[in-house]
């Protein structure tokens, strides 16, 4: 099974940005789709976005429309997330997965937007 290993979060205040990171190890996923999820406290998890193999095709939950970019470098067996306009809503631990998932996810990385 491919390990993905998600950094690049923190805390920001409103209204500011994030670019998120998503490296894999362990199997080349340029073939893969991807995506990137998010779980808030006491909240089911939401899938944010998600990014064809070749990237030049995504899509985005509408709660993220507009302020988040889903890119990818093949090239460095890498996706990221960039966020703009970060709401308090947006704080969540975020994942970044192959599509289809796999059964087990890593730590991901925690993005905390609070002034």
């Known amino acids: 099974q491919v390990e993905l290993v998600e950094s690049g979060g923190g805390l920001v205040e409103p209204g500011g940005s994030l670019k998120l990171s998503c490296v894999a190890i362990g199997r080349d996923i340029s073939s893969a789709a991807m995506a990137w999820y998010r779980r808030g406290p006491g909240k089911e998890r939401e899938r944010v976005a998600r990014?064809?193999?070749?990237?030049?095709?995504?899509d985005y939950a509408d709660s993220v429309k507009g302020r988040f970019t889903f890119s990818r470098d093949n090239a460095k067996n890498s996706v990221y997330l960039q966020m703009d306009n970060l709401k308090p809503e947006d704080s969540a631990r975020y994942f970044c997965?192959?599509?289809?998932?796999?059964?087990?996810w890593g730590q991901g990385t925690q993005v905390t937007v609070s002034s």
């Open positions: 990014i064809n193999p070749s990237g030049d095709n995504t």
């Open positions: 997965d192959t599509i289809p998932g796999r059964p087990t």
